[in-house]
């Protein structure tokens, strides 16, 4: 079966033990559930040390066959992990605990169906990044597509069902593209196996046009500007424990399936769209910093900021160099940890103080000054100070960019002044700002609160101080795509 295998199923078992417990019983529910959350994390940890003890991970079984001879058709059954995805893959088993513990904080109704969408959720998250069959890729693609739907809908905010079907409509639309690309590859290469794929002569006329086709699918899913609009109101909307994992997560795929698909399987061809990226990349950095920076509202500002932040993953990738791809991961990684933290801490500050608007937040530092002091020290992490993880990120990304095209780094560095300017002119005005707060009755970090603090805080803080934690597996990803556009 395989080590692969086990970790992206495992989260089956909670699915199961949860089905087998009755609605009724709402605290062995919640316990059932974070602690089968916690089983794919051990397995991530246990694919981790296998992975960098040398062990071959991969598994490759046939698995559908259809056709006669002499067009007899196989399709395999293709797991296996890089560098960059088992990183993508351990972020998302820890998001998935500090989601569910901050879920058992915030959602007072229908427990148990939550709790199965989410586990459902990460079968389809874990295995996009497991697999290594373009087939396998699109079936747990579109996994994540129905629970994200069902949880939007349902535990979402008062403009709920808009922001879910948005989300359906715009992904729909990237899932329909992916497959035509799909579809396509396989009637040229016979095969949709990752490595078949790469290997496989394709006309440039071809290559573009399906490289082109790959932009606007995955460039729904990052998003690229003007394909942003859905993720906006399903920030907004969601529930926050889930907005943790969609702005952890989620947003990655998009980020991955560039690298992965579009660089991976069309080097040349991607190097004709670097400039076209790069200039897209600039746009997501300025648009979102300077929409951010008029936002008076603490997730508006935040869904805003993580567009923008997606701008420098677009800016390293079109860099195409190692630098850059470098940085393009780094923030990959970096922004999935602040983005979830930042909207764990929005979630407390809406249950304690009903509200999420800055003028209504005044004085935080004064009636919660610990989770005014966490908020400033992310705050500080997504602007890029030193010792944080946000800072080796656009470090990387930028030196990448200034190297390969220094007029576009030059102007993207607007970018980072105004990043600095709306996270610190929102964290000062709530913190120190004008005392609104009643200063009895709201209560600051207590209990369960501290463990998705500690946690993404620490992993933050460990990637800035300590960069190698993370290289040391990205870098094999980093070399073999350089290797693919002739670096």
């Not at 922001?163 to 579809?183: P, R, T």
């Not at 002569?201 to 990052?222: P, R, T």
């Not at 932040?309 to 195409?320: D, Q």
């Not at 966490?374 to 800072?391: C, K, R, T």
């Amino acid at each position: 079966m395989g080590w692969l295998t086990l970790l992206v199923f495992s989260p089956m078992v909670g699915i199961l033990l949860l089905i087998l417990v009755p609605s009724t019983q709402d605290k062995l529910q919640k316990r059932i559930a974070v602690s089968c959350s916690i089983l794919p994390l051990l397995l991530a940890l246990i694919v981790y040390q296998q992975f960098h003890s040398g062990a071959n991970l991969s598994l490759s079984i046939p698995w559908i066959s259809f056709g006669q001879y002499p067009f007899l058709y196989t399709i395999e059954y293709d797991l296996g992990v890089s560098g960059f995805s088992l990183v993508l893959i351990i972020l998302t088993a820890v998001l998935m605990v500090v989601s569910m513990v901050t879920a058992t904080m915030q959602i007072d109704k229908a427990w148990k169906q939550y709790a199965l969408l989410t586990l459902l959720l990460e079968i389809g998250i874990l295995g996009v990044f497991a697999s290594q069959n373009l087939i396998l890729f699109f079936i747990f693609f579109e996994l994540t597509l129905v629970p994200m739907f069902l949880l939007i809908g349902r535990w979402g905010g008062f403009e709920k069902e808009r922001a879910a079907y948005s989300y359906l409509l715009y992904n729909g639309v990237g899932s329909a593209i992916l497959l035509i690309v799909m579809v396509v590859l396989f009637a040229n290469v016979g095969s949709t196996n990752y490595e078949a794929i790469a290997n496989a002569s394709l006309s440039e006329e071809l290559s573009m046009g399906l490289l082109i086709a790959l932009l606007l699918a995955f460039g729904v899913k990052l998003p690229i500007v003007p394909l942003h609009t859905w993720m906006v109101r399903v920030h907004v909307q969601a529930p926050p424990a889930l907005v943790m994992i969609h702005a952890g997560v989620l947003l990655k795929i998009g980020a991955y399936g560039l690298m992965q698909f579009g660089i991976g399987f069309f080097p040349a061809a991607f190097q004709d769209v670097a400039p076209l990226l790069a200039i897209l990349g600039l746009v997501n950095l300025l648009y979102g910093a300077c929409i951010a920076f008029v936002q008076k509202e603490l997730r508006s500002i935040f869904a805003y900021s993580s567009i923008s932040h997606m701008g420098i993953v677009l800016l390293g990738i079109a860099a195409m160099n190692e630098a850059g791809l470098q940085g393009a991961m780094f923030q990959t990684v970096s922004h999935g940890l602040i983005a979830a933290l930042v909207f764990f801490l929005i979630g407390v500050l809406k249950a304690k103080t009903d509200t999420t608007h800055m003028r209504r937040l005044g004085g935080l530092s004064r009636t919660m000054p610990v989770t005014a002091g966490v908020l400033l020290a992310v705050g500080l992490a997504s602007l890029g100070l030193p010792g944080m993880s946000g800072f080796v990120s656009e470090f990387m990304t930028f030196l990448g960019i200034f190297e390969s095209m220094p007029v576009i780094a030059a102007i993207g560095t607007i970018g980072i002044i105004l990043t600095a300017a709306y996270i610190l002119r929102a964290i000062m005005d709530i913190t120190f700002g004008k005392e609104v707060l009643p200063q009895d009755g709201v209560m600051d970090l207590q209990g369960k609160e501290w463990i998705p603090v500690s946690i993404m805080l620490g992993l933050i803080v460990l990637i800035g101080v300590f960069p190698t934690s993370l290289t040391h597996s990205i870098q094999t990803s980093v070399e073999a795509i350089v290797l693919r556009i002739g670096g």
